[in-house]
């Protein structure tokens, strides 16, 4: 493709996506169609000859469209919002055209460099303690996902409390980590890449508002220690994916000094809300962490995928991941006065993503960040004042955020029946958890373009339908 024809084609694709975003609503939020049913339209071996854009859009439009779930429909109240925005997408885009390979300072200084301005913003946006900055003894760099930033951290955590030596000779078995019963799933996993053993990882019990209980965490670490294991990890949530509790920061980072522990807090979603100095409390006890992430890309309007992990001591990062080939040694890495983020993480190879970070900081500022995560917040307060006043449903957790769970009276089966209901007509998308063996609604409030009277609109679905279902 040449440029002349990438120029032409490339006015038309942005012309699309704004179309996209114009007429976003007019689509069934969830996707409608059977499985199978896109693999069946689409041919069985690869064109032999080059097909136009024209082809390619005209296929789009008839195969794709109807495959996808709006993620960016401001009627999408699913799972946790993916939300993108303009600048994000435009940030993206140049991205992919510098198609840069950022894996040392060497192939590409801006792209490290830029990366580590934007991340001691953040830093400074959601007011972390000053061992997180570049300018100390910490850092961050942006990962994928978090469970990509707690995998890292269960190994740093790891390698510290073996002097390094697990790297060399593999696991003793002995060692011994701590979550809670609500802990994202992506933990067990990590725990499991990491070579530590599910068995090996305890779930601890919750209170009645779903956050770990401190004293259960002491009384499980004492147990593991008498029995001559090792304790090396904790997890501590900012807002769980089920119900968005908020773990207690300041008394399990007080038991992790105590008995030598990482901390690592997980703050996917909800950490955003930090930036607005009305919801930073909820990170207070975040200068005991070892370790912290959240994901822009969740609440941040910066598109999939993006998230900030930072460490307080990037040595013990660094040492545990670095790997030094003779193809990669170079004079700027071996002077010492560059960052090489390919250290920080898994994967050798990354992607340009601090551009879209920049833009989205950039294009909205830090006050119209902190207006639209507000608005967000006060719509869902809103929802949940109108769930207490309904006769018919009744709020199951607390709603400290943009999330609200809650359920009709009627119980499980009318509420799954509900939510299906609803769902399948298209007109908004929710989901479920479970809440002590109970069938809990969930209306998470964060797509980018989401307003009161979408939220007021999906709450008349949900009754009007109820009432229906209930006839």
Same mark, same amino acid.
């Given at each position: 493709m040449s440029p002349e024809e990438f120029r032409k084609q490339g006015k038309q694709m942005i012309d699309w996506i704004a179309d996209y975003y114009e007429n976003v609503e007019k689509y069934p939020v969830l996707s409608q169609v059977k499985p199978g049913e896109i693999i069946g339209q689409l041919p069985t071996n690869a064109p032999k000859e080059s097909e136009s854009m024209d082809q390619i859009m005209s296929d789009v439009n008839s195969i794709i469209m109807p495959g996808i779930t709006h993620w960016q429909s401001p009627n999408f109240f699913a799972y946790f919002p993916s939300n993108s925005s303009g600048p994000s997408v435009l940030g993206d885009l140049l991205s992919s055209g510098l198609g840069v390979q950022g894996m040392?300072?060497? %192939?590409?200084?801006?792209?490290? &460099?830029?990366?580590?301005?934007?991340?001691?913003? /953040?830093?400074?946006?959601? @007011?972390?303690?000053?061992?997180?900055?570049?300018?100390?003894?910490?850092?961050?760099?942006?990962?994928?996902?978090?469970?990509?930033?707690?995998?890292?951290?269960?190994?740093?955590?790891?390698?510290?409390?073996?002097?390094?030596?697990?790297?060399?000779?593999?696991?003793?078995?002995?060692?011994?980590?701590y979550v809670s019963s609500q802990t994202h799933s992506s933990l067990e996993k990590a725990i499991k890449i990491a070579g530590i053993g599910k068995n090996n990882l305890r779930l601890i019990g919750v209170d009645e508002n779903l956050a770990m209980r401190p004293d259960l965490l002491e009384i499980v670490i004492q147990a593991d220690l008498k029995a001559g294991l090792s304790p090396f990890f904790v997890c501590a949530t900012v807002g769980t994916t089920s119900t968005n509790a908020m773990d207690p920061l300041t008394e399990i980072g007080r038991i992790c000094r105590k008995y030598e522990l990482w901390l690592h807090i997980d703050a996917a979603m909800s950490g955003t809300a930090a930036i607005s100095p009305k919801y930073r409390h909820f990170l207070n006890g975040v200068e005991l962490a070892d370790s912290f992430s959240f994901n822009p890309h969740k609440w941040m309007f910066t598109n999939f995928d993006c998230n900030c992990f930072y460490v307080a001591d990037r040595s013990v990062l660094i040492k545990t991941l670095s790997i030094l080939p003779e193809y990669l040694?170079?004079?700027?890495?071996?002077?010492?006065?560059?960052?090489?983020?390919?250290?920080?993480?898994?994967?050798?190879?990354?992607?340009?993503?601090?551009?879209? /970070?920049?833009?989205?900081?950039?294009?909205?500022?830090?006050?119209?960040l902190r207006y639209h995560i507000s608005e967000h917040v006060r719509i869902a307060q809103e929802f949940a004042e109108w769930v207490i006043s309904s006769d018919d449903f009744e709020l199951v957790a607390p709603a400290p955020l943009n999330l609200v769970c809650f359920a009709h009276k009627n119980g499980n089966d009318f509420n799954r029946k509900l939510l299906e209901t609803i769902n399948a007509n298209g007109k908004m998308y929710f989901t479920? %958890?479970?809440?002590?063996? @109970?069938?809990?609604?969930?209306?998470?409030?964060? @797509?980018?373009?989401?307003? &009161?009277?979408?939220v007021r609109l999906a709450w008349e679905t949900i009754q009007e339908t109820a009432k229906e279902l209930s006839s």
């Open positions: 040392i300072w060497a %192939t590409s200084p801006a792209c490290t &460099e830029l990366e580590t301005r934007v991340l001691d913003w /953040l830093a400074g946006m959601l @007011q972390l303690p000053g061992q997180f900055k570049s300018t100390s003894t910490g850092g961050a760099v942006i990962q994928d996902t978090a469970s990509s930033a707690a995998l890292s951290a269960i190994l740093a955590a790891r390698e510290k409390k073996t002097n390094y030596k697990t790297n060399d000779s593999g696991n003793s078995g002995k060692l011994v980590a040694k170079n004079q700027a890495s071996e002077s010492g006065a560059v960052i090489d983020y390919r250290d920080w993480h898994i994967q050798l190879g990354r992607r340009f993503r601090s551009l879209k /970070l920049w833009f989205v900081i950039r294009h909205y500022g830090v006050s119209g479920h %958890t479970e809440v002590n063996g @109970q069938y809990v609604l969930r209306m998470c409030i964060g @797509q980018t373009n989401t307003k &009161e009277e979408h």
